[in-house]
């Protein structure tokens, strides 16, 4: 066995009393402490972004592609279904679903109240899979399989509770054009994801009632809604997808339409940098000051390795050995309080949050294996790092001095 390991097994934790022994628990509390604070955060930061981007994406897809126009109406140009990139589309491979769309601004009219708002048409191929955790009421658009319009509708909670709505209830719909025209509309569902941008504004329908109203043929539509495999391709893939349109139609980023909630997102990014940055400074200065007290404590024993002729490489190893068993054990623990907590908080959402402040109703948590791992090798590395700090003062240890320290 590795002399060095071997005394520094005997000097370590149960095998010691006393100062030592509290000193060994102190150190081991303060990594697992930083480890554990350092996963804790990530785990809430990224379940955090996937949750708001998710709302976003759902309701937006990653990329809208429309008609290319000056005008700054709030009613849409019409692009048809029949463009090359509609039909094409399939050739692009990381592309996981088109949808279309369209928007038409109107009025709803409840039994005592009136409210701006814009419907949102969609059609059959709707993503209504990655829609349906922020449906938390009703059900979604039955689309009449003869080719009429569903006069249906999903509205949010927010507007359904300043109207006084509920699902079953009918309302009346009047559209902004010339010359006004109104529909009667079912509510079918309800829907919530305390995005301002969609809550207060946006009303779910079927695409055909906008077709009607706007006198457009069976291919005409608004736009389209793409949504890519993954959405960590957004920025990259945007020049590539650019190429594929038709020279009518541009294409707009969702990261870019609704950029003060991706900024947002970014800006905690920051912060958790920062707050990383402090953690692993304190836990790099914990493991040296700790160091430097057992060193001070161990100065004798110091002092009769090398009175037997022990070597300052390997006095130095048995202090780096030290550190290394505490901070592997600090690490161990480290893990199970952060793995511990995100576990426990994913299955009883323990933790509640204001939907108002936080746009969600419990803290999320989102399982970054990459990042988890890279933390951990992270801190390994650098609090190993600065064991060589203290352990390099072995070498200036007089052994008569040293032997006679008290």
Not at 313 to 328: A, L
């Amino acid at each position: 066995m590795n002399l060095s390991y071997f005394i520094a097994k005997r000097i370590s934790f149960k095998k010691t009393g006393g100062f030592t022994g509290t000193i060994h628990r102190i150190a081991v509390a303060s990594i697992a402490l930083g480890l554990s604070i350092m996963i804790i955060s990530f785990l809430i930061l990224g379940g955090f972004q996937e949750v708001i981007s998710n709302k976003v994406f759902s309701f937006t897809g990653h990329y809208q592609v429309n008609r290319f126009v000056m005008s700054q109406s709030l009613d849409d140009s019409p692009t048809s279904t029949e463009s090359n990139f509609y039909t094409n589309y399939t050739d692009l491979d990381k592309i996981r679903h088109v949808q279309v769309y369209a928007n038409k601004p109107g009025l709803i009219k409840g039994e005592e109240e009136v409210e701006g708002v814009m419907m949102k048409g969609v059609g059959p191929g709707f993503d209504s899979l990655s829609f349906k955790s922020s449906l938390i009421k009703g059900r979604f658009i039955q689309f009449n399989e003869d080719g009429s319009a569903a006069n249906e509708i999903i509205i949010s909670t927010k507007i359904a509770r300043k109207m006084l709505l509920d699902v079953g209830d009918r309302v009346t719909m009047y559209f902004v054009q010339d010359p006004p025209r109104f529909r009667r509309m079912e509510v079918v569902g309800l829907y919530e994801t305390f995005l301002e941008d969609f809550d207060d504004k946006i009303v779910l329908g079927d695409i055909k009632v906008i077709r009607v109203l706007n006198d457009w043929d069976k291919s005409q539509v608004g736009g389209f809604e793409v949504f890519l495999n993954d959405p960590q391709d957004i920025d990259s893939y945007e020049e590539s997808l650019y190429d594929f349109l038709d020279y009518d139609l541009r294409l707009v980023k969702v990261t870019d339409k609704f950029i003060q909630i991706f900024d947002w997102l970014e800006l905690l990014n920051n912060n958790v940098y920062v707050f990383l940055a402090l953690i692993l400074f304190v836990a790099a200065f914990n493991m040296v000051s700790i160091l430097f007290i057992l060193i001070m404590e161990r100065t004798p024993m110091i002092g009769l390795l090398k009175a037997m002729g022990a070597k300052n490489r390997q006095i130095r190893n048995i202090f780096i050995w030290n550190g290394v068993r505490i901070i592997g054990r600090g690490m161990v623990l480290g893990n199970i309080i952060g793995l511990g907590f995100g576990w426990i908080q994913e299955y009883t959402q323990l933790i509640k949050l204001n939907p108002e402040n936080y746009y969600m109703s419990f803290v999320p948590v989102f399982w970054n294996w990459p990042i988890i791992i890279g933390l951990n090798i992270l801190i390994l590395l650098i609090t190993t790092a600065v064991l060589f700090i203290p352990a390099m003062i072995t070498s200036n240890v007089n052994p008569i001095k040293s032997i006679k320290f008290d």
